[in-house]
């Protein structure tokens, strides 16, 4: 199987424990990575150093230090530069593998030499990880997801395996608030990268109602706003088309937070 590298973004406000969950899952892999590359975004405390240090005895981790906050689009890119190996896996620090993950995308990246990106679905879970709250299915048909994408974002990030040169020739990650994954897929379907879902659950996530009440307010519709510029501009919806649908996007980011979780929770049923 080929080598691949696990690129993570951690900054200070992690929970110790979640990060030590997400290491386990890495170290409890039936394929394991040949290299966990860990941007530290900006100086962390020494709770998480001390998990770090935990783990650098059992992973291959190659720790990428920042002297300030970047966010996560630079912080990945920073990350990216510094991963070995031609494919590359993403994973948030507060999310827990499942055990054949890698295997899985690994054994499809050999079957489609083609293939630039993979991802799959996410279980989400709230609080402990048996207390599974949903999940987010994606579409796995290539013409699907690229029909999708006009829509709603067709992958979960913290899923996906890609290859690197194929992410650098599309531009890499940009600072895009909250929405850093979703715009570099739009850039990389605009060239023709072959892409791809597996129906498997590969992630158990972190959600529930904090989450939730985070992605709402101004700064989400002006992101909503950079990501329906993006999508005429790259030729993937018409005007109307990309107006029509940051209104139904942007909608939600002003209504009550129990309000906003029915529409969520339907629009990800999709």
């Given at each position: 199987?080929?080598?691949f ?14 990060l030590?969950?997400?290491?386990e ?6 394929v394991?990575?040949?290299e ?68 899985l ?8 030499k ?23 299915t994606v579409?796995s ?11 709603r ?21 940009v600072?895009h ?60 919806q018409k005007?109307p ?7 139904l ?12 979780k ?9």
């Amino acid at each position: 199987m080929s080598e691949f590298s696990v690129l993570m973004s951690l900054y200070i406000k992690e929970n110790p424990t979640f990060l030590d969950d997400c290491l386990e899952s890495l170290y409890a892999q039936t394929v394991q990575a040949d290299e966990v590359v860990i941007v530290l975004d900006g100086p962390i405390n020494q709770s998480l150093k001390s998990v770090l240090d935990k783990w650098h005895l059992k992973l291959p981790i190659k720790l990428v230090p920042l002297p300030e906050n970047v966010g996560l689009g630079e912080a990945l890119n920073c990350g990216l530069d510094k991963c070995s190996f031609p494919l590359v896996a993403r994973m948030d620090t507060d999310d827990i593998c499942v055990a054949q993950r890698f295997e899985l995308q690994l054994n499809e990246f050999s079957k489609n030499k083609e293939l630039t990106l993979l991802g799959g679905a996410i279980a989400e879970f709230d609080g402990d990880v048996s207390n599974i709250i949903g999940k987010r299915t994606v579409a796995s048909d290539f013409n699907q997801i690229k029909h999708l994408a006009k829509f709603r974002n067709p992958f979960n990030h913290m899923t996906v395996m890609f290859k690197k040169d194929a992410v650098l020739n599309a531009g890499g990650y940009v600072h895009h608030h909250v929405m850093e994954d979703y715009n570099l897929w739009l850039r990389m379907l605009s060239r023709s990268n072959i892409v791809g879902n597996v129906p498997d659950i590969l992630v158990n996530a972190r959600a529930g109602m904090g989450m939730l009440s985070r992605r709402r307010g101004y700064t989400y519709i002006k992101s909503e706003l950079q990501l329906a510029k993006l999508k005429y501009r790259l030729g993937i919806q018409k005007l109307p088309g990309a107006i029509f649908i940051f209104i139904l996007r942007a909608a939600p980011r002003v209504m009550p937070v129990f309000i906003f979780k029915k529409i969520y929770d339907l629009l990800r049923s999709k």
